[in-house]
Each structure stands twice: as C-alpha cells, then as structure tokens.
C-alpha cells in the first residue's frame, strides 16, 4: 500500500510539468491565419474572421475551442472596413498592439496593413492607431534584431511576384523605406502562383528565423519555408539570411499547412507551430480552414524541426506548465 502510494505522487509530481492534453483543430471554422500569445494566465488566439477583429482566451490550449471571445474592432470606415485578415497581437514598450490587414468590400485591391493600439492589458480595449503601408501589403508581423523592431509584410514589388518586404519600424505605428527580403524563385514557392506571404519570427538561443509561407493557398502545396538570419548584415537585405525548404508541408490529412505563428509555453521552455490547415485535397484559401498546434523541437545546430502535422483529433500532449 504505501509503495502504491508512493507510486502516485510520483506520478503526480512527474506530470505536474507536463501541459494538460489536447486535439486539433483548437478553431474548426474561419481558423485562418492564426496567432498566438501566452500571456499572465492566459492564451490569447486571434484569426481571420474577414469582417472583424477578434481575441479569445483561455488557460489552456483545450480550452481555447470554448474560450471567452470578443470583438475587438468592426470598423465602419469604408476603406478598411473589410476583408479583415490576418490579425496579430504583440507587446512593444508595455503597451499591446494588433496588426491586421483589412481593405474595401468591393475588391482585394485596397488590402493594406493597419494597426490598432491598446493598453498593458490584452484583455482591454483598442483604438485604430494608424496604416503602415502605403501600397498593397497584407499579413504585417513584427521581427526584433538587436533591440531593433523590423515589420515584415507580403507585397508586390514587381507585378504577379507576391514577395516578403521589410522596413524598419521607426514607431508602432510607422516604418521607415521598405525593402524586398524574399521573392518567390525556388520551384517549391511557384506552385500554380509565385507566393511568399504570412511571415512569422522565431527565437532560439542566438539564432533568428523568419518562417513563411509559400506557393498558393488553393492546392495543397500551401506550406512552410524558412529564412534564417547569419547573425551579422542589414536585417533588410536578402543577402543577410539562407532560404531553405519546404520545411512544413501537407501530412496525415491536413492539406495547405501554413500562414503560422509561433508561441512559447506557459514554463517558457517549450516553442509551438501554430498554424491553419483544411481537409480539403486541393487546399483552401476560404472559412474552411481550421487552427491547429504542433510543438516545435530542435535539432543539434539549434535549428527547428517542424515535424508533420498530427492527424485531426489525435491526443497531444499541451505546452509544459499548463
């Protein structure tokens, strides 16, 4: 008996590190482009909705399919009241920030990224602070070298060649010239469309990332590729990262695995893919997207391995200290 019961507080002490398990996906419809922050207790998810901005939270990653939501912004300005894609939430100098791209209702051709400033809380409200691209630019994320903010943007420096362009942020709510980073060459990027979009940074040890997604969101060859910074040189220079892949493709029924996030568990010792996928063969680029998580492991040269995407409904366990 009390071998048994040291038996189950060892057991007990042994999960108490582990995070609470889960299933994919975490959103089943309109779970496009999501976004992910652990934050004071609480995961906060933010995806394409197309008409609105909106935040759900929870405690655990399980949780997230039943979390609290609300609409953060559903704005009536005719120039960006629609078209709503692609929303982020990051903290800058203590103050919270969304970034999302949202254009006009009559055609995809006033996309532009814009940003939202709120307060030291998540949870609270937001204002529209300002539109950061001039010209057509879609899915804004924020990459940091050197204490340096940097914002990362899908554009069209030369026409049908969707690219990644790069401007240094002079403030929140502002960016200096832009720069192409990365085009769209290598054969796995050009399928059926040249696309590079969906930018998403990524810290370990020393080393910077910038994961991506590339070719087009109809097939099923949607996926991940990777820029990775040599660690010295102009963070705007292509010339200052390596491109490899794919590096996160369609596996084990998910089709179109991309337009990611990455968010550190709630010990701080683990990193997860967050990611959009669809049970559509040909791929998708619609509501019919779900959310799902992957953690990301390391290998010996302190690079990530991705993985393959987990079947939909297969138990995983959550981020370490849920």
Same mark, same amino acid.
């Given at each position: ?9 060892? +057991? ?53 399919? =039943? ?8 704005? !009536? ?8 894609? *692609? ?11 969304? $970034? $999302? ?27 529209? %602070? ?15 070298? *050197?204490?340096?903010? $940097? ?25 200096? !010239? ?35 997604? *590339? ?31 794919? +590096? ?26 967050? $990611? ?12 019919? @997207?779900? =959310? %799902?998580?992957? @953690? ?27």
């Amino acid at each position: 008996m009390r071998q048994a019961i040291h038996l189950f507080f060892l +057991v007990v002490l042994v999960s108490f590190g582990l995070g609470a398990s889960f299933s994919n996906p975490l959103k089943p419809k309109d779970g496009s482009d999501p976004f992910v922050v652990y934050t004071d207790g609480y995961y906060y998810l933010m995806t394409t909705t197309w008409k609105d901005l909106q935040l759900t939270r929870a405690k655990t990653l399980e949780g997230l399919k =039943t979390g609290e939501t609300r609409v953060v912004l559903a704005d !009536p300005n005719p120039s960006r009241c629609c078209n709503v894609w *692609a929303p982020e939430i990051h903290k800058i100098d203590d103050t919270w920030w969304i $970034y $999302y791209t949202a254009g006009n209702n009559n055609n995809l051709d006033g996309q532009r990224s814009h940003v939202l400033k709120g307060g030291s809380n998540p949870w609270g409200n937001f204002t529209f %602070a300002g539109t950061l691209t001039r010209d057509w630019g879609i899915d804004g994320t924020i990459l940091t070298i *050197a204490n340096q903010n $940097y914002f990362v943007w899908s554009c069209f420096p030369r026409p049908n060649l969707q690219s990644l362009c790069i401007a240094q942020m002079t403030s929140p709510t502002s960016i200096g !010239p832009s720069k192409v980073l990365s085009e769209p060459t290598l054969p796995w990027e050009r399928i059926r469309n040249p696309v590079n979009e969906g930018a998403a940074a990524l810290y370990h040890g020393n080393k910077t990332f910038l994961a991506y997604s *590339a070719s087009y969101c109809w097939t099923d060859s949607y996926q991940l590729g990777l820029l990775t910074y040599k660690g010295s040189g102009d963070p705007t220079q292509g010339s200052s990262w390596t491109k490899t892949g794919p +590096v996160f493709s369609s596996a084990n029924g998910n089709y179109g695995t991309g337009h990611n996030g990455f968010f550190a568990s709630p010990d701080g010792t683990e990193t997860w893919n967050i $990611y959009h996928a669809t049970s559509t063969r040909t791929g998708a680029c619609d509501g019919n @997207r779900y =959310t %799902a998580a992957k @953690r990301v492991e390391w290998k010996a040269d302190g690079t990530p391995d991705f993985g393959r995407a987990d079947a939909v409904g297969t138990i995983i366990t959550g981020p370490s200290g849920e």
